[in-house]
């Protein structure tokens, strides 16, 4: 399965401007790309994400969807990283954001 390309947005104000890759989670429930199970395996949840396209830096802890992940912030400029659940990144579907970007640019 091939990586879904991420929806690229950028925000600005007069002084600065970010540009964001978001994973594509929306596209991918939509068309049924993602493993669906009732107890997710540790290549799974990766898999998974991967078809959304986080950039994934390791897995902390495995516990079906309350897995803890580690990815790249979207912010291509950011050399951050963020720890959420499988959870709060497909299900809910949050923005990776570091919390240092600027919050006047969160729109």
């Given at each position: 399965?091939?990586?879904?390309?991420?929806?690229?947005?950028?925000?600005?104000?007069?002084?600065?401007?970010?540009?964001?890759?978001?994973?594509?989670?929306?596209?991918?429930?939509?068309?049924?790309?993602?493993?669906?199970?009732?107890?997710?395996?540790?290549?799974?949840?990766?898999?998974?994400?991967?078809?959304?396209?986080?950039?994934?830096?390791?897995?902390?802890?495995?516990?079906?969807?309350?897995?803890?992940?580690?990815?790249?912030?979207?912010?291509?400029?950011?050399?951050?990283?963020i720890e959420k659940t499988y959870y709060n990144y497909v299900t809910n579907q949050e923005i990776l954001i570091v919390n240092h970007v600027p919050k006047l640019l969160m729109?």
């Amino acid at each position: 399965m091939e990586r879904i390309p991420p929806i690229v947005k950028t925000l600005a104000d007069d002084k600065k401007s970010i540009t964001l890759h978001i994973p594509n989670v929306r596209y991918a429930k939509e068309n049924d790309l993602l493993i669906k199970a009732k107890r997710f395996k540790p290549e799974e949840v990766l898999k998974n994400k991967e078809i959304c396209g986080f950039d994934i830096v390791s897995m902390s802890l495995f516990k079906g969807v309350q897995s803890k992940i580690i990815t790249n912030c979207c912010n291509i400029n950011c050399d951050g990283t963020i720890e959420k659940t499988y959870y709060n990144y497909v299900t809910n579907q949050e923005i990776l954001i570091v919390n240092h970007v600027p919050k006047l640019l969160m729109v």
